[in-house]
């Protein structure tokens, strides 16, 4: 496994999720930027979401976890903050999966991920992290949370 093969590590990092979206993985997410292989290491750009994101530790830690427990020990990752992470680098079908959620998906317009109504009221500028916002749905009423575009 430690052979240089950077599509299997790609494959094996797909299988991490985000800590705080456990739907999709942390390359779904778009925070996983490249992988190297250069002198029997392999090198992993991660750009966090915000600079001050509260899930890095976590998911650099499950990362390593991951590539450990499964035999890859030869690897470093490292953090990127240029260019800034952007919800652009999330792929359609990752939003679907956000939305089956029941999250909003990053969108110029905000819809209920439960009824898709566009008739919505924000609550909060924050929900359960900095990254989404707190809606209510006017026609079904339900909150949800609504992944800001970044």
């Known amino acids: 496994m430690q052979n240089g093969n950077t599509n299997k590590i790609w494959e094996l990092l797909d299988t991490v999720p985000d800590p705080e979206i456990p739907v999709i993985s942390v390359v779904e997410l778009g925070v996983i930027r490249n992988v190297e292989y250069k002198k ?9 979401t915000y600079s ?9 830690d499950d990362i390593s976890n991951c590539l450990k427990t ?8 490292k953090k990127v903050y240029s260019p800034a992470w952007t919800t652009n680098w999330m792929s359609k079908a990752t939003k679907e999966k956000l939305k089956k959620y029941g999250i909003a998906p990053p969108s110029d317009s ?24 707190l809606y ?3 026609d079904c009423l339900e909150p949800f949370e609504f992944f800001k575009c970044i």
Not at 40 to 48: A, M, Q, V
Not at 110 to 133: M, R
């Open 40 to 48: 029997n290491t392999y090198f992993i750009s991660i750009t966090p």
């Open 52 to 60: 001050g994101c509260p899930a890095v530790k976590t998911f650099t």
């Open 70 to 77: 499964n035999g890859i020990e030869n690897f470093e990752l």
């Open 110 to 133: 905000i819809i209920c991920p439960q009824c898709d109504s566009k008739n919505t009221a924000l609550i909060s500028d924050f929900g359960a992290t900095a990254c989404k916002a």
């Open 136 to 138: 209510k749905c006017n």
